[in-house]
């Protein structure tokens, strides 16, 4: 029981480095993408392909910044939560590419 | 099962891993957001195939949304996401009532965007755009109105947790469950990324 309390406590001292810092910076490069974002649509007169295209391109950026820092993807021993996911990122890009490209047209 | 963690009343770091229950539990948890993943894949898929079956005199996609309201909103989900990371580094840390703030926090931040969806739909309705008035319609309605769902239902999960430790307290039997109610918020968070992207930003341009 000792050595469990021990390992414990050396536990805490090793993640003491981890603190709000790298999640602040996450929420502020997420709010940059999406003031961004929403000013390219605002200001308008742009070509439609190109926004379009950097509107998809930040969304990704953003989506794996959060699940990379909030959702601790980036840590080590989350292989499984990672295949997971892209099982169903998988099928959903599957079902999207056969909505919009094969049924539709 | 839970004994032996409190040996010195002390959690252990990371108390939402400190079981296998524990460690199940988050696993399931990422198949289940597998899961809804394909659920708002086939809801996204479904709104870009129909989302210019306007028909004869029905509102346009740029014509209804209003870019600040869905700005403010995005922020608001945005910095409730923030605020529940803070509530578990709280926990990870064992300061019970910071976490216990922060969770009441998000939940703020939830109810304050469900009520700026409520006023944005019903603005909408006003407009001529209800749910049966067009493919383009129903399928906004759908995919929007699910993530807001998803929005009401976290409110309510995380308020019942928040009630819950302050009953039991934070141990390691409560901790994955504000870990798991964390994942599934940064979720709705994930989802809402795409919904402004998709949804609102490509309608704004057309």
Same mark, same amino acid.
């Given at each position: 029981?000792?050595?469990?309390?021990?390992?414990?406590?050396?536990?805490?001292?090793?993640?003491?480095?981890?603190?709000?810092?790298?999640?602040?910076?996450?929420?502020?490069?997420?709010?940059?993408?999406?003031?961004?974002?929403?000013?390219?649509?605002?200001?308008?007169?742009?070509?439609?392909?190109?926004?379009?295209?950097?509107?998809?391109?930040?969304?990704?950026?953003?989506?794996?910044?959060?699940?990379?820092? @909030?959702?601790?993807?980036?840590?080590?021993?989350?292989?499984?939560?990672?295949?997971?996911?892209?099982?169903?990122?998988?099928?959903?890009?599957?079902?999207?590419?056969?909505?919009?490209? @094969?049924?539709? @047209? | 099962?839970?004994?032996?963690?409190?040996?010195?009343?002390?959690? /252990?770091?990371?108390?939402?891993?400190?079981?296998?229950?524990?460690?199940?539990?988050?696993?399931?948890?990422?198949?289940?957001?597998?899961?809804?993943?394909?659920?708002?894949? #086939?809801?996204? %898929?479904?709104?870009?195939?129909?989302?210019?079956?306007?028909?004869?005199?029905? /509102?346009?996609?740029?014509?209804?949304?209003?870019?600040?309201?869905?700005?403010?909103?995005?922020?608001?989900?945005?910095?409730? %996401?923030?605020? %529940?990371?803070?509530?578990?580094?709280?926990?990870?840390?064992?300061?019970?009532?910071?976490?216990? *703030? *922060?969770?009441?926090? #998000?939940?703020?931040?939830?109810?304050?965007? !469900?009520?700026?969806?409520?006023?944005?739909?019903?603005?909408?309705?006003?407009?001529?755009?209800?749910?049966?008035?067009?493919?383009?319609?129903?399928?906004?309605?759908? !995919?929007?109105?699910?993530?807001?769902?998803?929005?009401?239902?976290?409110?309510?999960?995380? %308020?019942?947790?928040?009630?819950?430790? !302050?009953?039991?307290?934070?141990?390691?039997?409560?901790? /994955?469950?504000?870990?798991?109610?964390?994942?599934? *918020?940064?979720?709705?968070?994930?989802? *809402?990324?795409?919904?402004?992207?998709?949804?609102?930003?490509?309608?704004?341009?057309?």
């Amino acid at each position: 029981m000792a050595g469990t309390q021990h390992s414990a406590a050396e536990e805490n001292k090793r993640h003491k480095h981890e603190g709000p810092k790298k999640h602040i910076i996450a929420f502020i490069f997420s709010i940059l993408l999406t003031i961004i974002a929403f000013a390219m649509v605002a200001a308008g007169e742009i070509n439609t392909t190109f926004i379009y295209v950097m509107l998809v391109v930040m969304a990704l950026i953003q989506v794996f910044v959060q699940m990379g820092f @909030w959702m601790h993807m980036k840590d080590r021993g989350h292989v499984f939560p990672i295949v997971g996911i892209l099982g169903g990122v998988f099928v959903v890009f599957t079902i999207v590419i056969m909505a919009e490209y @094969w049924a539709w @047209w | 099962m839970s004994g032996h963690a409190h040996v010195d009343g002390k959690l /252990p770091h990371e108390p939402e891993k400190a079981t296998l229950e524990g460690r199940n539990k988050v696993l399931g948890f990422w198949l289940f957001l597998g899961g809804e993943t394909v659920l708002f894949g #086939t809801l996204f %898929s479904a709104f870009l195939a129909l989302r210019h079956q306007v028909g004869d005199g029905n /509102p346009t996609a740029n014509e209804l949304f209003e870019l600040p309201t869905v700005a403010l909103a995005t922020f608001i989900l945005l910095t409730s %996401s923030l605020t %529940s990371v803070f509530a578990i580094q709280s926990m990870h840390t064992n300061k019970v009532k910071s976490m216990l *703030w *922060w969770l009441v926090i #998000t939940v703020i931040f939830g109810l304050a965007f !469900l009520g700026l969806e409520i006023y944005e739909f019903n603005n909408y309705v006003h407009e001529g755009h209800k749910f049966s008035t067009s493919a383009f319609s129903s399928s906004f309605y759908t !995919l929007v109105g699910f993530h807001g769902a998803h929005v009401l239902f976290g409110v309510l999960w995380i %308020s019942i947790l928040i009630a819950q430790v !302050l009953k039991k307290g934070l141990n390691v039997v409560t901790a /994955p469950k504000i870990y798991v109610a964390g994942m599934y *918020w940064h979720f709705i968070d994930v989802v *809402w990324v795409f919904i402004f992207t998709v949804v609102y930003l490509m309608g704004k341009v057309g």
